[in-house]
Structures are given as structure tokens and as C-alpha cells.
């Protein structure tokens, strides 16, 4: 298993360099090259968001993504430092995290899983992670 690990700073111009980053890793790996445009837009929109949670959190971790390559499948997780809110809870008590940041989130997570058949999303009061996983297709081998 080779993982690529990737980590900048929460500023939307180095979305564009883990885009690409992302697709170059991916083809190596073997995923589908019909597929690779959809591994950067899903990659683009999921370092958008971890972008947009660090900024207005006003944390200054990096963001980070993790690309891994297994025996069948290519995997990218992009992760965030910025606390989320418990599954039925609303925006905390001193206002932070308004009514516009929930319907973004749920805009770019649907925007996601449409463009990928496995998606898993977790998020805790420590950080979240989006994780995505591509089938990968084998080398062709030589026959002597």
C-alpha cells in the first residue's frame, strides 16, 4: 500500500496544486483515466470545503489529504482540524457557524457524492474527514 500525503495551507489558491496533484497519483495508481476528471472535481470540492471550514474558524493547521493506493482501489481522504457540530445539533450559542455555512456544506457534500460512488464523511468536535474511493485497474502484465 503507497500513500502519498499532502498538506497546505488553508488558502483556496492551493486547492488547484492538490487537484492536480490528486489525478496525477490516481492515474499512476491505475484508476480510470474516464474517471480522472471527476477525481479532481470531487478532490477540488472536498479541499474547498476543508478550505472554507479552516477559514472561518480561523484555524491555521493545514489542510490535508491522503492519497492511497491498495490492491484494488485508490483512495483520497481530505481532513480538517475545524469542530463540528453533533448530528442534530445547531449552531453553537455565540453565534459562530450561521445558517448559510450548514446549507454550504450540505451543497458541496452533495456535489461529492455525486461524483463518487464511495464516499464516507466523518466529523467530530476535532475535525472531519471526507474519504473516496475509485476501483483501480491492474497493469497489464507481459507474456513472454
Do not use: Y
Not at 97 to 123: K, Q, W, Y
Amino acid at each position: 500500500m503507497a500513500t502519498v500525503e499532502l498538506r497546505f495551507s488553508a488558502l483556496p489558491e492551493h486547492v488547484r496544486t492538490a487537484r492536480l496533484v490528486a489525478a496525477a497519483v490516481a492515474r499512476r495508481a491505475g484508476v480510470d483515466e474516464a474517471v480522472l476528471d471527476e477525481v479532481r472535481l470531487a478532490v477540488g470540492e472536498a479541499c474547498s470545503r476543508a478550505v472554507g471550514l479552516h477559514q472561518i474558524g480561523g484555524i491555521s493547521a493545514p489542510v490535508k489529504v491522503l492519497l492511497i493506493e491498495e490492491e484494488k482501489q485508490f483512495s483520497i481522504e481530505v481532513g480538517d482540524e475545524a469542530p463540528h457540530a453533533v448530528p442534530g445539533e445547531r449552531a453553537s450559542a455565540d453565534g459562530s457557524g450561521g445558517d448559510a455555512e450548514p446549507e454550504e456544506d450540505e451543497m458541496g457534500l452533495a456535489v461529492i457524492s455525486g461524483l463518487v460512488d464511495d464516499v464516507e464523511v466523518s466529523a467530530g468536535e476535532h475535525g472531519g474527514s471526507i474519504r473516496m474511493r475509485w476501483p483501480t485497474t491492474p497493469p497489464p502484465t507481459l507474456i513472454d
